[in-house]
Nanobody
Framework: QVRLVESGGGLEQPGGSLRLSCAAS????????MGWYRQAPGKERELVAL???????NYGGSVRGRFTISRDNAKNTVYLQMNSLKPEDTAVYYC????????????????WGQGTQVTVSS
C-alpha cells in the first residue's frame, strides 16, 4: 500500500521557522498533486498549500507569503518551509498526495499521512 510519512514538526517560537517533509512510498506509478493541510483543535481541516507535478502552487490565504511548498519528484517527497510562524499556525499538519498506482487513470486516489504536530508558542 502507498504510505506518506511526515517529519519535521515540533515546537517553535513566534517568528521562527520549521521545515516539514513528507515522503511517499509503495506502489507508485506517478503523483499528481502533493500538499499540506492542517487542523487545529476544534477547527475544520484547512488547505495550507498544494503543488502540482508541474510545480504550480496554491496556498491558503492565511499562510500565503510566509510558507513555501516544494517537491522533489525523483524522491516522491514534498516539503513545506514555514517562516514567520504565528501562534495561530499551531495545528496538526497532514501530508496529502494524489497518486496513481498503475498506468490506468482510474487507479488515481487520494492518500494522507498520519500528521505531525506543529506548536508555535513563546
Amino acid at each position: 500500500q502507498v504510505r506518506l510519512v511526515e517529519s519535521g514538526g515540533g515546537l517553535e517560537q513566534p517568528g521562527g521557522s520549521l521545515r516539514l517533509s513528507c515522503a511517499a512510498s509503495g506502489s507508485i506509478f506517478d503523483i499528481n498533486y502533493m500538499g499540506w493541510y492542517r487542523q487545529a483543535p476544534g477547527k475544520e481541516r484547512e488547505l495550507v498549500a498544494l503543488i502540482s507535478s508541474g510545480a504550480s502552487t496554491n496556498y491558503g490565504g492565511s499562510v500565503r507569503g510566509r510558507f513555501t511548498i516544494s517537491r522533489d519528484n525523483a524522491k516522491n517527497t514534498v516539503y513545506l518551509q514555514m517562516n514567520s510562524l504565528k501562534p495561530e499556525d499551531t495545528a496538526v499538519y497532514y501530508c496529502y498526495a494524489e497518486i496513481r498506482t498503475s498506468f490506468i487513470p482510474a487507479s488515481r486516489k487520494d492518500y494522507w499521512g498520519q500528521g505531525t504536530q506543529v506548536t508555535v508558542s513563546s
